[in-house]
């Protein structure tokens, strides 16, 4: 019963996309590969936006990232952090692709970064044609974690295939949302962009799975397919279907600022950064969402991922993007129940 003593739990001001990236330099399992001089100068831009020096690209980039983010906690004016695994990506047949993909991040390091920090919860990783899905499916459950992420396009999921069935399902009657990369893609290499698409989607959230469509189906490049009034018309069937509005911030994903902010999916959308894709308001500046003197402000602030919760503030979405997370997924009181003497 509650009591003043006791009183009910009050959902969490969270940052629903936050990346965790490793190179494996503390034995985590994790790899990092930045083939050519377009990935190389990615991955230098990106450690950059993050706070971090180039140097890391050498070595120790597993605890130099985990301790950015846990410093950035402290500084941001939010409760936690969603962090991100990021599994490898698999053929149809449940045999991996080997050495796909710009990196990868397993499901048990990342436990081990949110059971040392207080106030970072996880997203696990696993890609549904893994011979062990249902397995390690299972063990994130137990260890009390509340949200999957999957990049179809990049991991080479079809959600739509019916011999997933038995892993949605599982999902949905273990209260497991998927947080799911729709849309277009310009950071990390594909194996099949039409995955990206929120229809493939539509076996989950049949199911019952609660999905998060992680940037609202936009376009990244100028050339992508803008999917976002699919979405808008499968949020009308689903009751179950949001989306965040992570990366909506950066110069190439402003253009679906208006959809999440005046369109029928505005009491759908979850705060999200991307850390550490960059956030500078730049885009929706030059959008006209944005004014200049506000902008400019947000420059002001070092911390990227408070600077993006002051962009999404000013630009006008809603308190409750802070919270819908923690309060549709219950994740931060699942993993702190199964973690806290941890």
């Given at each position: 019963?509650?009591?003043?003593?006791?009183?009910?739990?009050?959902?969490?001001?969270?940052?629903?996309?936050?990346?965790?990236?490793?190179?494996?330099?503390?034995?985590?399992?994790?790899?990092?590969?930045?083939?050519?001089?377009?990935?190389?100068?990615?991955?230098?831009?990106?450690?950059?936006?993050?706070?971090?020096?180039s140097?890391?690209?050498?070595?120790?980039?597993?605890?130099?990232?985990?301790?950015?983010?846990?410093?950035?906690?402290?500084?941001s004016?939010?409760?936690?952090?969603?962090?991100?695994?990021?599994?490898?990506a698999?053929?149809?047949?449940?045999?991996?692709?080997?050495?796909?993909?710009?990196?990868?991040?397993?499901?048990?390091?990342?436990?081990?970064?949110?059971?040392?920090?207080?106030?970072?919860?996880?997203?696990?990783?696993?890609?549904?044609?893994?011979?062990?899905?249902?397995?390690?499916?299972?063990?994130?459950?137990?260890?009390?974690?509340?949200?999957?992420k999957?990049?179809?396009?990049?991991?080479?999921?079809?959600?739509?295939?019916?011999?997933?069935?038995?892993?949605?399902?599982?999902?949905?009657?273990?209260?497991?949302?998927?947080?799911?990369?729709?849309?277009?893609?310009?950071?990390?290499?594909?194996?099949?962009?039409?995955?990206?698409?929120?229809?493939?989607?539509?076996?989950?959230?049949?199911?019952?799975?609660?999905?998060?469509?992680?940037?609202?189906?936009?376009?990244?490049?100028?050339?992508?397919?803008?999917?976002?009034?699919?979405?808008?018309?499968?949020?009308?069937?689903?009751?179950?279907?949001?989306c965040?509005?992570?990366?909506?911030?950066?110069?190439?994903?402003?253009?679906t600022?208006?959809?999440?902010?005046?369109?029928?999916?505005?009491d759908?959308?979850?705060?999200?950064?991307d850390y550490?894709?960059?956030?500078?308001g730049?885009?929706?500046?030059?959008?006209?969402?944005?004014?200049w003197?506000?902008?400019?402000?947000?420059?002001?602030?070092?911390?990227?991922?408070?600077?993006?919760?002051?962009?999404?503030?000013?630009?006008?979405?809603?308190?409750?993007?802070?919270?819908?997370?923690?309060?549709?997924?219950?994740?931060?009181?699942?993993?702190?129940?199964?973690?806290?003497?941890?």
């Amino acid at each position: 019963m509650d009591t003043p003593e006791n009183p009910p739990l009050q959902p969490l001001r969270l940052d629903g996309h936050v990346h965790l990236v490793g190179d494996g330099s503390s034995g985590s399992g994790c790899w990092l590969k930045l083939d050519g001089l377009v990935r190389q100068l990615q991955g230098r831009l990106l450690l950059s936006a993050a706070g971090l020096p180039s140097a890391c690209l050498r070595g120790g980039l597993d605890l130099a990232f985990e301790s950015r983010v846990a410093k950035l906690l402290e500084t941001s004016n939010l409760d936690g952090f969603l962090l991100l695994a990021q599994d490898e990506a698999y053929r149809s047949d449940g045999t991996k692709i080997e050495g796909f993909g710009s990196f990868y991040l397993p499901n048990s390091h990342l436990f081990g970064v949110c059971r040392r920090n207080p106030g970072l919860y996880p997203a696990c990783s696993i890609h549904p044609a893994r011979p062990d899905a249902l397995e390690e499916l299972e063990t994130a459950l137990q260890a009390g974690c509340r949200v999957l992420k999957l990049l179809p396009n990049c991991l080479n999921v079809d959600c739509s295939e019916r011999r997933f069935l038995p892993f949605w399902k599982r999902m949905a009657t273990g209260g497991m949302a998927l947080l799911s990369h729709t849309g277009g893609e310009f950071t990390l290499p594909q194996t099949n962009p039409d995955f990206a698409n929120p229809r493939k989607l539509t076996l989950p959230l049949e199911q019952g799975v609660t999905v998060i469509a992680a940037h609202a189906a936009g376009r990244s490049g100028l050339w992508d397919p803008d999917w976002t009034n699919q979405l808008e018309a499968m949020a009308a069937v689903f009751p179950n279907l949001y989306c965040d509005n992570s990366a909506l911030c950066s110069p190439n994903r402003w253009r679906t600022l208006p959809a999440l902010l005046s369109g029928p999916l505005r009491d759908r959308v979850i705060h999200g950064s991307d850390y550490p894709v960059p956030s500078g308001g730049f885009g929706p500046w030059l959008g006209g969402h944005l004014s200049w003197s506000d902008w400019r402000a947000s420059a002001q602030l070092e911390n990227p991922i408070r600077r993006d919760v002051h962009l999404k503030t000013t630009l006008g979405f809603a308190p409750e993007t802070f919270t819908r997370l923690d309060a549709l997924t219950g994740l931060t009181s699942a993993w702190s129940a199964r973690n806290r003497a941890a």
